[in-house]
């Protein structure tokens, strides 16, 4: 913590789906402010077991400051590209939109977990996805888009 307070360096934490890392991540973020601690949303690992990451996420947008998106059938840490597993996109789209995050769509999607049959086309799958997925989150700030009014500033 020394050297990212020297460097004024943000570091930015997986909000994992765990139970007990989400109780650690509340004391980091309790004991240190937005500037040190930030959140790197994984909706993948959030959408694993019980599927509560985008319940965890909504609790901690207002830190959101990095993400990776991609996608799997809740049982396994796939890297699917995005709208081909169990990942809820229309939420986890309408979530970044009122959230403050301002960044890029980051796809964390790896051909070597898809069938053979398709890694031809994963590239263009790769981004086509993430073309929706701006284009979802474009969309939910839209004034008068459904959640507009409770966007954050």
């Known amino acids: 913590m020394a050297a990212a307070f020297e460097h004024r360096a ?13 109780d650690r991540l ?6 240190y402010g937005p500037d040190v601690i930030g959140i790197c949303y994984d909706c993948g690992h959030g959408n694993i077991g019980l599927g509560r990451g985008l319940d ?5 947008k207002a830190r959101l400051a990095a993400v990776h998106l991609h996608d799997n059938d809740g049982v396994g840490d796939k890297h699917w590209v995005p709208f081909t597993g169990t990942v809820d996109a229309p939420r986890l789209t309408r979530l970044l939109a009122t959230s403050g995050y301002r960044g890029c769509i980051s796809l964390e999607s790896n051909i070597n977990n898809i069938p053979e049959a398709n890694r031809g086309t994963f590239v263009a799958d790769a981004f086509q996805a993430a073309t929706r ?11 008068g888009s459904v959640d507009a009014a409770s966007r954050s500033p």
């Open 10 to 22: 943000q570091l930015l934490v997986d909000g994992r789906r765990a139970p007990v890392a989400v």
């Open 26 to 31: 509340d004391k980091l973020l309790t004991e």
């Open 56 to 60: 965890h996420m909504e609790a901690l």
């Open 133 to 143: 997925l701006t284009k979802m989150v474009a969309a939910a700030r839209q004034p």
